[in-house]
């Protein structure tokens, strides 16, 4: 049976998420491996192996709908170019401005699957649904982790030499 064009945008919202997924988790380690806070680095770790468990239920969900992993690639090459910031690309590794980047790539992945499961729900996809609810708790505590670290932020800012 033939995707209808809501399936054809949602496959489409599927890869945008599996590719912001990608540059997220590459941006998550680097930040974590620069952490000058053994608490800070766990704490982006645990949310990194999170965002990796959830892009691997994206790509067993994109599986599920007949899109191979050449597709999504193609489709990544286009967003790398262009996302900026945290997902895109890091400043200097000690820059305090990468804990805010981090705040603001929450807010776009919670936008991103908040969306996503409205979707699939409409469409009557209850496992992407589902996947996309998770997704949009565990980036929402991640935001609100991320904003835990203001104070720390300012200190680098104000402080530091
Ligand atoms: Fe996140």
Redesign the pocket.
Known sequence: MAATTGTKRLVAALEDAHALETR?IEALTSLAESAPDAKLRDVLEQ?RDE?AEIRSRLEAALVTLGHGTSMRKERQAVLTAALKGFAGSLRDDASPHNLKDWYV??HS?LATFAILSRAADRLGYRDIAQLSRDATT??RN?AEAAAGWFDYLVELMVDAP
């Open positions: 997220t949310h965002t790539t929450e992945e565990l980036h991640a």
